[in-house]
Nanobody
Framework: QVQLVESGGGLVQPAGSLRLSCAAAKRGFSINDMGWYRQAPGKQRELVAAITRLGRTNYAYSVKGRFTISRDNAKNTVYLEMNSLKPEDTAVYYC?????????WGQGTQVTVSS
């Protein structure tokens, strides 16, 4: 299993920026895809951004141009740079990692965008 630990969440004002980090402790198979999901109160969990081991990315339409996902394979860490934050971005953000045999989740980190 892959153990994932998120950090970087917190309270930020609208139009502000925040950077999330997720460190993976891997045992066994190599990590292929990594990503960030979020879940707001009363809504389903949704994909925010994903990145393959070689750097191919995809984003939710609502965050394109504002968020950037990146990873450091040597450190087994994935990042999410969030700019121009909106109140609608408020949610618990979850890190995800996939290997050839399993799909792991972090415990989540709260992001609140509010004045």
């Amino acid at each position: 299993q892959v153990q994932l630990v998120e950090s970087g969440g917190g309270l930020v004002q609208p139009a502000g920026s925040l950077r999330l980090s997720c460190a993976a402790a891997k045992r066994g198979f190599s990590i292929n895809d990594m990503g960030w999901y979020r879940q707001a109160p009363g809504k389903q969990r949704e994909l925010v951004a994903a990145i393959t081991r070689l750097g191919r990315t995809n984003y939710a339409y609502s965050v394109k141009g504002r968020f950037t996902i990146s990873r450091d394979n040597a450190k087994n860490t994935v990042y999410l740079e969030m700019n121009s934050l909106k109140p609608e971005d408020t949610a618990v953000y979850y890190c995800n990692a996939k290997t050839v045999v399993d799909n792991s989740w972090g415990q989540g980190t709260q992001v609140t965008v509010s004045s």
